[in-house]
């Protein structure tokens, strides 16, 4: 048998002489560098890119829910920490005389993730057939109550992006769930907003959805969750504390579609096992 030749090559005589003390040399080197603090929570300093962090329910363009409820997300959860409910979205264009919530035959009514159990580990994401499941960077989801760690559809659907309508309403005129699923909604349409101008015309979005149209705003870009501000936090803490839940605490925003669909909003914790 030929000798042992190692891979690595020799040290020299300096290198084994300092051997012994090498390791010493990542402390050393820290020891002269600044001390880098984060001033938590007065100054937030957002996480890396592809942070795992509270969930969202994203939209497609001209706001319908990406969301099929295929539960799907559920079945790949790990922690047993998602609950959905499916529904036909035929019931919804009997109920609203033609709006649906997403494209295609169903929509999730009911969507729950329990924070309690839910260990960040973004396979429910790898799941979703559409996209509709992803993780936002925000990463504040402590609060006073277990009940309040449970989490709603109007807590995790993301709001209608500027420029698009809030749900129900038509699909795009001529289009199918594929053409969706493939990308080719990019804004809402004319015979959209001329929907929910006759059976919602009080509705926020409608303003900007007709600017859109009508070429004076530019289509709608879908964006991700950011950090909430430290103010509005105090108020999530204070009302949670209160027995409120974090569907309770977006007063003053735009209505979603939710809360818009008859029925949608399901007792909380009714689905959670």
């Known amino acids: 048998m030929s000798e042992y030749q190692p891979l690595r090559p020799t040290k020299g005589p300096v290198g084994r002489l300092f051997a012994p003390v090498a390791g010493f040399g990542v402390t050393l080197g820290a020891m002269f560098r600044p001390t880098v ?33 295929c539960e799907l997300c559920a079945w790949a959860c790990p922690a047993d920490a998602i609950y959905v409910e499916g529904a036909d979205n035929a019931e919804v264009v009997a109920e609203t005389g033609g709006g649906q919530v997403s494209p295609g035959e169903r929509y999730g009514r009911v969507y729950q993730i329990n924070y309690l159990r839910c260990v960040f580990c973004g396979l429910c994401v790898e799941a979703c057939p559409t996209r509709a499941l992803t993780m936002s960077n925000d990463y504040e989801l402590t609060g006073p109550t277990r009940a309040g760690m449970i989490y709603e559809k109007q807590d995790l659907l993301a709001p209608p992006a500027a420029g698009a309508l809030a749900g129900p309403h038509p699909m795009v005129e001529g289009t199918t769930d594929t053409d969706y699923y493939q990308g080719k909604v990019t804004a809402p349409t004319a015979e959209q907003v001329a929907w929910v101008r006759e059976h919602r015309p009080d509705d926020p979005t409608l303003a900007e959805a007709a600017d859109v149209v009508d070429g004076r705003a530019a289509p709608p870009q879908p964006t991700q969750h950011t950090l909430r501000p430290s103010a509005t936090k105090a108020d999530y803490t204070r009302v949670a504390a209160e027995g409120g839940h974090a569907g309770d605490r977006r007063a003053g925003e735009a209505p979603e579609a939710a809360a818009l669909v008859p029925g949608a909003a399901a007792p909380r914790n009714g689905g959670v096992r």
């Open 37 to 69: 603090t984060e001033q938590y929570p007065f100054e937030k300093v957002p996480p890396a890119r592809r942070y795992h962090g509270r969930h969202q329910l994203n939209r497609y363009a001209d706001g319908l829910e990406k969301c099929i409820g």
